[in-house]
């Protein structure tokens, strides 16, 4: 299973790291204006249940805040990563999660991905892991060593 950990989930659960995590707010560029920043924002805030703190955490690594005084939340990332595709507010991702759609200009990162200390890891499973799990955990740390680097702002 893979999850967003921080260090000590990681160490306490022997977990594997798959990618370090950097965080930034994103928006689609319809939602966006000419002032990408403002309207980062300003926009209602995309939070997933099992992340609460995504902006906190963010404003705390950046030193912005947002001023938005409504807030959506979601079930989980990739549904807040969904949500910000369809321009239903800005949102604080990963940049493993947010990469693709950044790159190829769906969301805009105006203030980029700040590294967090957690990390993308691969949580074993109960008992010694098959042959095939270790092949599967090894590409997936191979994949996020190739994984481009986080951009520091779009």
């Known amino acids: 299973m893979l999850r967003l950990l921080d260090p000590e989930r990681i160490e306490s ?3 594997e790291v798959v990618t370090p995590s950097a965080v930034g707010p994103v928006i689609a560029p319809a939602l966006a204006g000419p002032d990408a920043r403002a309207a980062i924002l300003a926009a209602p805030r995309l939070t997933a249940r099992t992340h609460l703190s995504g902006w906190t955490d963010w404003s705390a690594l950046s030193g912005h805040r947002s001023t938005a005084t409504s807030e959506r939340p979601v079930a989980h990332l990739h549904f807040v990563l969904d949500a910000a595709l369809a321009g239903w507010g800005a949102a604080v991702l990963p940049w493993a999660l947010a990469a693709e759609a950044v ?3 769906r969301l ?3 203030f980029g991905f700040q590294p967090d200390g957690a ?8 008992g010694e892991p098959s042959r095939a799990r270790r092949a ?7 994949q996020g060593r190739a994984m481009r680097p986080a951009l520091p702002s779009t």
Request: charged share 15%; aromatic share 8%; hydrophobic share 60%.
């Open 13 to 15: 659960l022997k977990a």
């Open 103 to 105: 790159t190829d200009g």
């Open 108 to 110: 805009l990162a105006p």
């Open 119 to 126: 990390a993308v890891a691969a949580i074993p499973g109960a």
């Open 136 to 142: 599967f955990v090894r590409w997936l740390v191979d």
